[in-house]
Structures are given as C-alpha cells and as structure tokens.
C-alpha cells in the first residue's frame, strides 16, 4: 500500500512469496527502487513484476540522462501502464508506483491488473488488500503527518493467508528514501480469536 | 521563394567557388569535395551541408521572440504570383497544442521536418503520457536532420526551423539548422534578412515584453527587413503560444493593427530621408 502525506509518500508491503501453500521466501523485499525518489510496490506475479520494474528501471535512467533532470513520478507511472496494458493478455501485475518530484511532491499511481492507470491520495493493493479496505477508508486522512501516515500503513496482516512474514516500508521524501523494517512478531495485535471449546 | 542551389551559389558567394566544381564552364580551382555529403574537404568541412544552409539564406525572413509569457513567430512570405490564394502554403505550422514551427528554405523540406516533428511529438505522448518539452523536441528534429548529413544517398534538408513551445519551464525558443545542429534563443532570425533582423531583435528587451509587445515588434521587423526592390508582394504571417493559449495564428484584429502600425513605422522612416 501507499499513503500521500505533507512532503512525501510512505509505502508499505510485507514480505510473503508462495509457490502455491509454500511461503517460497517470507522475508520478500516488494518495494523496489526504479529511481532515485521512485519506488515501486510489487504485486502479482514475482517474475512478471521483477521483469518491467527492471524494464522501466532503465527506460528512466536513459530519461534521466537524456534530459538532464530527474523523470517525475508520473512518467514512471506511464511507462509501467504502456507495458501493463499492451501485455495485458501475458502479465498477471498489480503495481503501485510511488515517490516524490519537484513538479508534484509525493505523488502514487495505482495500476492494477489490465493496465488502468489511477493517480490517488492512498492507494491498497495485493491478494490482503481485500481486508483491510474498511480499516483504510475509515482512517485515511489528507495532509497526514510523517508519522500518522507511518501507523497508517503498519496496520493490517494477520487475516490474510497469502501475507505475512514482516512490514516492510520505505518515506520517500524531498530529502530521500528512509527505509524501515518491523519483524513480524513486532507488529501491532489486534483480536486474535480464541473459541471455548465443548 | 528559394531557387536552385547552383544558380545563385555559384555568382553570389566567391568563396565557394574555389572548391566547387561547375556545370557550366566558369574557371575554378575544382576540387570535388563537395559533391557528396558523405565526403569531408581538407579543411573539415562538409559542403553539401553549407550548401543546404545557403538555401535557407535565400528564401524569405523568418523570426522567432521569446518573451515573458509566451513565443512570437513571424515569417516574410514571399508571394511569387497575385493568383496565389492568401494564407495558403503557410510557412508556420502547429506541431502539437503548445508547439508552433516556422521553416525558410526549401518549403516541401520543411513540411517533412514538421511531419516528423509531429510524429515525436505524437510518440512522446504515447509512451509518457505528458506533452514534449521544448528542449526534447529541438533534440529530436535535430538528431532527425542530422541523420541526413551522414549518408550520400539523401540530401540534407535545405531548410532550418525555429520551434517556439511553452512548456513546464516556461516559453522556449530553439532554432535548428539543417547540419542538425540547434541551439536555444531568446530572439532568432533565418533567412535573406537575418543579419538585419538580428540587429533590430538585439536592440528589443525581450524578457520584459508581452506577446501583444512582441506581436507589434515582429511586424515591424518583418517590415523592415523585406526589401522592396528585390521581391514584390509579400504576406505577413504572425503566430503564438501562450501559456494560456495553444499554438495559433495571431487573431486578424491584432495582426491587422500590428501590420498598420509596422507600415506607418516603415513611412515614418523613409520621411526622414
């Protein structure tokens, strides 16, 4: 997931990668760097995300040196919608893009599977994003601080199968890229069930 | 509006000469470096191209302003005959909203280089879904142009453009030549009255007018430069970009008050003699 707040973004994933019921690796990094201030959320298939974020990985470094400024986020998001959508048919990707540029600020696109393109103040994403879509729009607030929009974005993991292992999230700001990481023993606990047996 | 390269080369510029070879039995030193653009003379240089740019000299003026808060072109459109219908054949096109192209030289080379400047334009959008910046566009017709110096089956382009765009930095003035090289202006002028031209864009100062200023200055210019001797009848062709306003001809109401007060300007000068 992502979140805008005052001066930047924050986004979040967790760490679960399965190969059908076996967590293949459950300390996954899906938030991958394709700029400097542009980061992006992985979602999806593993090798289908891993390929165009390395594809526009270097269609943005050439920009970059071709026009002598950094790319800004919404070129980025762009170039992830022309490979989404004119491979729609061989891709199963959900990305979020995310990241902070001069003529926006902190700015994330949402493009889910088919390749639509949605510029948003907030955006959840992934097979556990279905679970927390209540707790999300009840809490989302617009010009949140640095660390509302952190505790917004620790939140939500525990009911979904295909998520888990640890939060991982990165503040994309004017400053740079702050990464953080929560084990997830270390996550905050809500009800957790409990049933009397007869 | 342009004629032949030989014809005119050959008895206006001496220098030339020298290294050129002739079709028609005047004395020179023929060297035949220049007779194929892939084909570099002792001193470094590529005539073919040179050659190119004098096209360029011979047609008609043609100038671009970048002021304060937009781009002015205007263009000396020689009229060879009286049946021409007006406003046809222009020599300023649009190349995407926030873009306006003046060529001078060969008039079918520079539709080309407008047609490609288009298709850039078309395919930046497509792929970053943001309109092309000034900067990005120049790069591509030059590198376009430039194409064509490399190889001795083509010709260079015998025309340059000027590209006036607004874009996120503000109003942008680029002027390509048909070596492919181009650079970035606040005023440029090509064409048979360049050299005049300048002189009179030197004394403007353009970062502190307005499009409505730099409107009036282009005609007058354009006015001044047109030398009545040599070629006749001429039409006024005058266009901008806003940041507010896409690229379009000047409304007729102030083109046709700019044109008034460019003609009074010129006969207050000739009363003074």
């Given amino acids: 997931m992502a979140v805008e707040f005052q001066g930047g973004v924050v986004i979040g994933a967790d760490s679960r990668t399965t190969l059908g019921s076996y967590v293949s690796n459950r300390v996954t990094d899906k938030l991958t760097p394709i700029h400097d201030k542009i980061y992006c959320c992985r979602s999806g298939s593993a090798a289908d995300t891993q390929f165009i974020a390395d594809l526009v990985r270097y269609y943005l470094q050439m920009y970059a040196v071709q026009h002598n400024e950094p790319p800004s986020v919404q070129t980025a998001a762009a170039l992830f919608q022309e490979l989404c959508y004119q491979n729609k048919d061989h891709l199963l990707a959900g990305i979020i893009v995310a990241g902070w540029d001069k003529r926006n600020g902190g700015t994330i696109y949402s493009i889910p599977i088919g390749g639509s393109l949605h510029r948003q103040p907030f955006t959840i994403g992934g097979s556990g994003s279905s679970f927390i879509y209540g707790y999300c729009d009840a809490n989302f607030k617009k010009n949140m601080t640095q660390d509302e929009a952190v505790e917004y974005v620790k939140n939500a993991m525990s009911r979904d199968g295909s998520s888990g292992g640890c939060v991982r999230i990165a503040i994309i700001t004017e400053d740079g890229v702050e990464r953080h990481f929560f084990p997830g023993n270390q996550l905050p606990v809500f009800y957790e069930g409990g049933d009397t047996v007869f | ?273």
């Fill in chain 2, 1 to 273: 509006e342009t004629y032949p390269i030989k014809t005119k080369a050959r008895s206006s510029y001496l220098l030339t000469l020298k290294n050129s070879t002739l079709a028609f039995g005047m004395t020179s030193i023929g060297t035949g470096y220049d007779l194929s653009v892939s084909t570099y003379s002792p001193d470094g240089r590529v005539f073919q191209v040179e050659y190119a740019a004098k096209a360029v000299d011979n047609s008609g003026t043609a100038i671009g302003l970048r002021v304060k808060d937009g781009v002015v072109l205007a263009v000396e459109k020689l009229v060879q005959s009286k049946l021409l219908v007006p406003r046809s054949n222009r020599r300023i096109q649009t190349v995407d909203t926030h873009i306006g192209v003046a060529t001078a030289g060969l008039l079918a080379d520079g539709r080309h280089i407008i047609n490609r400047a288009r298709d850039e334009a078309e395919n930046y959008r497509n792929i970053y879904k943001d309109q092309i910046s000034g900067k990005t566009i120049a790069d591509r017709v030059g590198h376009y142009a430039q194409a064509y110096t490399l190889y001795s089956n083509v010709r260079p382009f015998g025309s340059s453009a000027i590209i006036g765009t607004v874009d996120k930095d503000g109003p942008q003035l680029f002027m390509v030549e048909p070596s492919g090289v181009y650079w970035g202006y606040h005023g440029c002028a090509i064409g048979k009255g360049k050299q005049v031209a300048k002189t009179e864009i030197e004394k403007l100062k353009l970062s502190e007018m307005t499009v409505l200023d730099a409107v009036k200055e282009a005609a007058r210019i354009i006015y001044t430069v047109h030398d009545e001797a040599k070629d006749k009848e001429f039409e006024l062709e005058l266009s901008w970009i806003t940041e507010e306003n896409r690229h379009q001809f000047v409304p007729d109401d102030i083109a046709a008050e700019a044109e008034r007060l460019a003609k009074e300007s010129l006969n207050e000068e000739m009363e003074d003699d």
